[in-house]
């Protein structure tokens, strides 16, 4: 009789492969290093030699997985995650480009300040994330990523069509999406602070965000 642990396992295997191997079985056997047979009777719990510990940490190897991921149950609802992507500025477009081919990426978008592209991800279960920024991390200029999950019971979207198309890219291809503009308006903010604050004093709003708010004297 096959235990819990196994179900799971043989499950979570047959998900990796319809999912990240498009059902090929084989391809699947090739990338994590067994036979065929062998995976053919990992996904049958009940066989005489179903997926054990040792089989199990091997395959979270060379999958780039936790530890253990294969053990947790997927989930019935799907994970959301927002990612930030630290990026050589000059590989910016072709990270957004390859993040279109990656299925579990609902959004993207390059973005002006601390990062450079932002990622909205949904998920079955976290290891297929852990998996997704091991590949992320694999691409050329990509320095460095930072996740956060989604509280379930505290996140509402509004449904948004889907825009797929990619701008070719071009030198002008920052200046035609209103960030020239967006610098322009910034320096002249900050030029009329700095010629209003010769008639008040810097007020600091909060530790979070340095603001500049004009006290003007009292004549």
Same mark, same amino acid.
Not at 26 to 40: C, L, N, R, Y
Not at 205 to 219: A, F, L
């Given at each position: 009789? *096959?235990?819990?642990?196994?179900?799971?396992?043989?499950?979570?295997?047959?998900?990796?492969?319809?999912? @990240?191997?498009?059902?090929?079985?084989?391809?699947?056997?090739?990338?994590?290093?067994?036979?065929?047979?062998?995976?053919?009777?990992?996904?049958?719990?009940?066989?005489?030699?179903?997926?054990?510990?040792?089989?199990a940490r091997k395959i979270e190897k060379q999958m780039a997985m936790r530890e253990f991921a294969i053990?947790?149950?997927?989930?019935?609802?799907?994970?959301?995650?927002?990612? @930030?992507?630290?990026?050589?500025?000059?590989?910016?477009?072709?990270?957004?480009?390859?993040?279109?081919? @990656?299925?579990?990426?609902?959004?993207?978008?390059?973005?002006?300040?601390?990062?450079?592209?932002?990622?909205?991800?949904?998920?079955?279960?976290?290891?297929?994330?852990?998996?997704?920024?091991?590949?992320?991390?694999?691409?050329? /200029?990509?320095?460095?990523?930072?996740?956060?999950?989604?509280? /379930?019971?505290?996140?509402?979207?509004?449904?948004?069509?889907?825009?797929?198309?990619?701008?070719?890219?071009?030198?002008?291809?920052?200046?035609?999406?209103?960030?020239?503009?967006?610098?322009?308006?910034?320096?002249?903010?900050f030029l009329n602070s700095i010629k209003e604050l010769e008639r008040g004093e810097i007020v600091i709003?909060?530790?979070? *965000?340095?603001?500049?708010?004009?006290?003007?004297?009292?004549?």
């Open positions: 009789m *096959s235990s819990k642990k196994e179900v799971i396992r043989a499950k979570n295997i047959e998900y990796l492969i319809d999912t @990240e191997f498009k059902g090929d079985t084989k391809a699947f056997a090739e990338h994590v290093d067994f036979e065929i047979g062998t995976i053919q009777k990992f996904l049958n719990p009940s066989s005489a030699r179903p997926c054990n510990d040792r089989a053990d947790s149950p997927l989930q019935q609802q799907k994970e959301v995650y927002y990612v @930030e992507v630290y990026t050589n500025g000059k590989y910016t477009y072709e990270t957004v480009s390859a993040l279109r081919e @990656e299925k579990y990426v609902q959004e993207c978008s390059a973005v002006l300040g601390d990062f450079d592209i932002f990622l909205k991800i949904e998920v079955e279960h976290y290891h297929l994330l852990d998996m997704l920024l091991a590949r992320i991390a694999r691409f050329p /200029g990509v320095k460095r990523t930072k996740t956060f999950i989604t509280l /379930g019971a505290l996140r509402w979207h509004r449904k948004q069509e889907e825009n797929l198309n990619i701008p070719q890219k071009n030198k002008y291809l920052y200046f035609n999406n209103g960030i020239e503009e967006f610098v322009f308006n910034k320096v002249n903010h709003k909060d530790t979070d *965000s340095v603001k500049i708010e004009v006290m003007h004297q009292k004549s």
